[in-house]
Nanobody, 120 residues
Framework: QVQLVESGGGLVQAGGSLRLSCAAS????????MGWYRQAPGKERELVAA???????YYAGSVKGRFTIARAEAKNTLYLRMKSLKPEDTAMYYC??????????????WGQGTQVAVSS
């Protein structure tokens, strides 16, 4: 199982940028599909972005063109670059890992989350 630790959240004004990081340890990082979920108060957790081991990516429609997911294999680290942030991006962001290439199901591993707050 992959252990995940997020960092990089914080408070930012609308239109600003943040970069989230997720340090992975344990099982082989390079073979996992990795992703970011978010959950806002009173809302369901949603998949924001995912990246397979071969580099193919998925983005939710609400963040496409503003968020970029990337992985640094040498550092066993996953990133989420967020720009043009909106108040509706405010949420707890969670790093997640799946064995294999299918991210349609529940992840096998979760991080503890990092809070992102966007002020208007």
């Amino acid at each position: 199982q992959v252990q995940l630790v997020e960092s990089g959240g914080g408070l930012v004004q609308a239109g600003g940028s943040l970069r989230l990081s997720c340090a992975a340890s344990g099982s082989i990082f390079s073979s996992n599909t990795m992703g970011w979920y978010r959950q806002a108060p009173g809302k369901e957790r949603e998949l924001v972005a995912a990246i397979r081991a071969d580099g193919t990516t998925y983005y939710a429609g609400s963040v496409k063109g503003r968020f970029t997911i990337a992985r640094a294999e040498a550092k066993n680290t996953l990133y989420l670059r967020m720009k043009s942030l909106k108040p509706e991006d405010t949420a707890m962001y969670y790093c997640a890992a799946w064995r294999g290439s299918d991210y349609s199901g529940s992840p096998q591993s979760w991080g503890q989350g990092t809070q992102v707050a966007v002020s208007s």
